[in-house]
């Protein structure tokens, strides 16, 4: 399995922008799909965005479509998250996430079994 640390979370103002970077041990990484997802209290995990093992397909929740990007290094074992045009909505705890087995589709937050400890990203308005 693939054990995963995110960095790069903070506060900003509406409309900045924030890099999320996720950091996989693991000498499979380049077989699993990575995603990111997101949770606000009170509320269920959802999916922001996902990408494939070879980083050619890349998927996005409506919500952040046209304004987050997902890409991959496989050689540095990472996983970014550039998250432009920031709204307060954006507010949670965002998490990397890996599916259980290699070559696993990811498409929505059930779909995946590992993640993080999550890090925090305040939008302020």
């Known amino acids: 399995q693939v054990q995963l640390v995110e960095s790069g979370g903070g506060l900003v103002q509406a409309g900045g922008s924030l890099r999320l970077s996720c950091a996989a041990n693991?000498?499979?990484?380049?077989?699993?799909?990575m995603g990111w997802l997101r949770q606000v209290p009170g509320k269920e995990r959802e999916f922001v965005s996902s990408i494939s093992w070879e980083g050619t397909r890349t998927y996005y929740a409506d919500s952040v479509k046209g304004r987050f990007t997902i890409s991959r290094d496989n050689a540095k074992n990472t996983v970014y998250l550039q998250m432009n045009s920031l709204k307060p909505e954006d507010t949670a705890v965002y998490y990397c996430?890996?599916?259980?087995?290699?070559?696993?589709?990811?498409?929505?937050?059930?779909?995946?079994?590992?993640w993080g400890q999550g890090t925090q990203v305040t939008v302020s308005s």
């Open positions: 996430a890996a599916p259980g087995r290699p070559y696993e589709l990811g498409y929505r937050a059930a779909d995946f079994a590992s």
């Open positions: 693991g000498r499979t990484f380049s077989s699993y799909v």
